[in-house]
């Protein structure tokens, strides 16, 4: 699943390099659109695009998506997410217990709230979110001024307001629930970059966040590659490896043991 306004022809090094380890491997590799495909997008008569989506809506997007795997013969899928479409994955696995997934993957799962909290300041967010709020009282599908971005004023609180559906990374808040995260039961893989520009803490410490908080999953796997940012250019043949370490597992093996998978999270518990 792409990433914030982007769409599925996007980072196309990153796909050659992940389609050829992942056929090779006997591994089939599906990248699709979502409705929050570039800025702005049109939906029949509705606009749609990062600027307008509901991230509600993206349960219906990803359920087609793997719906269309299973058609064409696959019965087993692993949901990989980008940054957004990290959110996403994890949502529509809480969301839905869905058994046809055998695995999670959150590529550069980093909080919005948290990477705008680093680049304007908190009090400056919760003064945006506040007019935001007000702007959409008015009209949702509104857009927030121009200096904040392109988005509807709907878009930018379910982007920056804590507690939205979208939060589902909220490690910027000491106390926070994490739901989505420990409502599920799969393995789950989260990989950053040790350089990702959006981060506010070190990356060890954003692993360690997501893997206390991922009590119920089968197992962790927590993974920094170095050198690499939000996008992973120029990393991309270390993910592939990291990728390809985390799923051929989960793909060729039969199911893990309790046993077996917590001395996988053991084994994985620190980067890499």
């Known amino acids: 699943m792409h990433g914030l306004g982007s769409s599925f022809s996007s980072a196309q090094p990153l796909i050659r390099e992940l ?3 992942l056929t090779a491997a006997g591994i089939g590799y599906f990248k699709f659109n979502n409705r929050g495909h570039d800025v702005v997008a049109r939906r029949g008569k509705h ?12 349960v219906e997007d990803i359920r087609a998506m793997v719906g269309f795997a299973v058609t064409c013969g696959y019965g087993r899928v692993i949901l990989a997410g980008h940054s957004t479409g990290a959110n996403k994955v994890l949502h529509y696995a809480a969301r839905t217990r869905d058994r046809r997934l055998i695995g999670l993957v959150l590529l550069g799962p980093i909080s919005d709230i ?4 680093k680049r304007i300041g ?14 959409a009282s008015r009209d949702p599908e509104s857009l927030v001024p121009r200096a904040w971005g392109v988005w509807s ?3 930018y609180l379910s982007l920056y307001r ?11 808040r000491p106390n926070a629930r994490w739901a989505a995260l420990r409502g599920v039961r799969l393995p789950v893989a989260a990989i950053v970059g040790s350089r990702d520009e959006y981060l506010d803490r070190r990356p060890a410490e954003l692993i360690g966040a997501f893997e206390r908080n991922a009590t119920r999953a089968r197992s962790f796997t927590g993974i920094v590659i170095p050198g690499a940012r939000h996008g992973f250019q120029g990393r991309e043949h270390a993910l592939g490896q990291a990728l390809l370490r985390f799923i051929r ?3 060729g093996g039969p199911a893990m043991s309790d046993h077996s998978a917590r001395v996988r999270r053991r084994a994985w518990s620190s980067t890499r």
């Open 162 to 172: 804590p507690g939205e559906a979208e939060d589902v990374f909220p490690y910027y």
């Open 122 to 135: 908190g009090r400056e967010l919760r003064r945006r979110v506040a007019r935001a709020e007000r702007i």
């Open 19 to 21: 389609s050829t380890r």
């Open 153 to 155: 004023a709907r878009r």
């Open 114 to 117: 948290a990477g705008e909290m």
């Open 47 to 58: 606009l749609a695009g990062a600027a307008f989506e509901r991230f509600g809506q993206s």
């Open 249 to 251: 597992p989960l793909a």
